[in-house]
Nanobody
Framework: VQLQASGGGLVQAGGSLRLSCATS???????VGWFRQAPGKEREFVAT????????LLADSVKDRFSISRDRAKNIVYLQMNSLEPEDTAVYYC?????????????????WGQGTLVTVSS
């Protein structure tokens, strides 16, 4: 499965961004997850969506501000990020799971995109 993340950029605190993860058709039956990694920190789970979009899971730190969705016709998974905070600054990665329903652990994801940088200024 090939993935390409895009949509990152510089935004002020309180602003919004929508990240996109374009996947190859071979990933259409896989769950897709978003992870992020801030400088000097470990990669952390952000959100995941099942193969058909029927099940989603978001990290507690973002569940009231972010949402995840997928357009199966276009093979794109979106991460809508609202009310952004400086603490959200990180490189965001999308990944395809080995399963049809995603999890929070990076080890269950087999293919990773290149990452897109999100910078939130205070």
């Amino acid at each position: 499965v090939q993935l390409q993340a895009s949509g990152g950029g510089l935004v002020q605190a309180g602003g919004s961004l929508r990240l996109s993860c374009a996947t190859s058709r071979t990933g259409s039956n896989n769950a897709v997850g978003w992870f992020r990694q801030a400088p000097g920190k470990e990669r952390e789970f952000v959100a995941t969506i099942s193969w058909n979009g029927g099940s989603t899971l978001l990290a507690d730190s973002v569940k009231d501000r972010f949402s995840i969705s997928r357009d199966r016709a276009k093979n794109i998974v979106y991460l809508q990020m609202n009310s952004l905070e400086p603490e959200d600054t990180a490189v965001y990665y999308c990944a395809a799971s080995i399963r049809s329903v995603g999890s929070t652990t990076p080890n269950s994801y087999r293919s990773w995109g290149q990452g897109t940088l999100v910078t939130v200024s205070s």
